[in-house]
């Protein structure tokens, strides 16, 4: 059985304000079909408490099912203001 894709298209992108972690959406964000990417410096991902799943520049993320509310982006170093690009379809 085919999969079929619904619901419309959530594309955004940020770049790191200061080194504490931020997420997204601070609501709850279902999204089905991720693609994340990381542009100028490695970022750590997590969740509200850990972020030490490290996401360098260039390489992409694809979780099939995501709320975004519950991801968090950090930068890997200090003052290293990464940008984050997603796009995705909602559910």
Known sequence: MVE???GSIYRNSKTSASDAAWQFE???LMLKDVLITVATYNMLLGDV???DFPMPTSAYWGPK???L???YFK???AGE???VYIIATRA
């Open 26 to 28: 601070t609501g709850g």
């Open 69 to 71: 509310s519950t991801l």
């Open 81 to 83: 203001n990464g940008v």
């Open 75 to 77: 930068n890997a170093g």
């Open 49 to 51: 408490d850990t972020q």
């Open 65 to 67: 099912d995501l709320d």
């Open 4 to 6: 079929k894709f619904s």
